[in-house]
Every structure is written in structure tokens, then in C-alpha cells.
């Protein structure tokens, strides 16, 4: 079992930056695949970042250069830099974990095991 705790959401200005960080709890945080989702108002929960267990790192297209997933095993975290933030990146911004699973996929929802309650990011323009 592996809960997961966000934090660091918040009301920013287009062009500015926010950091979130996930804790995990829990002994085998390291043999996760750690992931940031989204759900913006009226979408569908989508895929941002994740982090594999071997250190691949996969990013969806809109965020490409701007933000950037980042993982601690010692510290049980899981961070994402948001810079150039835009109105478009407002969201729900969600931490998750899985145990890869073969036919499964990282960029997909339903392959994940664990998720955080969210966070709140908004972008004002």
C-alpha cells in the first residue's frame, strides 16, 4: 500500500513558475513508476510526466520544455517543475504510482495503482 501526499499548488501569473512534490509513504517507493496527471474543468484526467524505476523519463508534448519530473528514492518524493506556466496548464494536478505491468502504459491512468488527492494549479493570463 503507498499513499501519496501533494503539495504546492497555487494561483500564478502566465510566464511564472510553480513546484509540486509528491510524498510517498511506504518501503518500496523506488520500484514505482511515478507519474503527474491533470484534469482541467470539463477534460478528462490526462497524462503530464513520468518517472520509470530504470530513470526513463516521458513528458506529453504540450509540457516539453517547460516542465520537469524529478525523483528522490532516498526522500520517497516525486517533483514536478512547472515553468512558462500558461492558462491552459490550469488544472487538477494529480501524483500517481504503478507497478509497471506488461501491456500496460505509463501515459494511461488506468495502469496506475495509487493516487494523491490532488492539487490546485491555476494559471491567470
Known amino acids: 500500500q503507498v499513499q501519496l501526499v501533494e503539495s504546492g499548488g497555487g494561483l500564478v501569473q502566465a510566464g511564472g513558475s510553480l513546484r509540486l512534490s509528491c510524498a510517498a509513504s511506504g518501503r518500496t517507493f523506488s520500484s514505482y513508476t511515478m507519474g503527474w496527471f491533470r484534469r482541467a474543468p470539463g477534460k478528462e484526467r490526462e497524462f503530464v510526466a513520468a518517472?520509470?524505476?530504470?530513470?526513463?523519463?516521458f513528458y506529453t508534448d504540450s509540457v516539453k520544455g517547460r516542465f520537469t519530473i524529478s525523483r528522490d528514492n532516498a526522500k520517497n518524493t516525486v517533483d514536478l517543475q512547472m515553468n512558462s506556466l500558461k492558462p491552459e496548464d490550469t488544472a487538477v494536478y494529480y501524483c500517481?504510482?504503478?507497478?509497471?505491468?506488461?501491456?500496460?502504459?505509463?501515459?494511461?491512468?488506468?495502469?496506475?495503482?495509487?493516487w494523491g488527492q490532488g492539487t490546485q494549479v491555476t494559471v491567470s493570463s
Open positions: 500517481a504510482a504503478r507497478t509497471p505491468k506488461a501491456g500496460t502504459y505509463y501515459y494511461d491512468n488506468r495502469a496506475y495503482d495509487y
Open positions: 518517472f520509470t524505476k530504470i530513470s526513463n523519463i
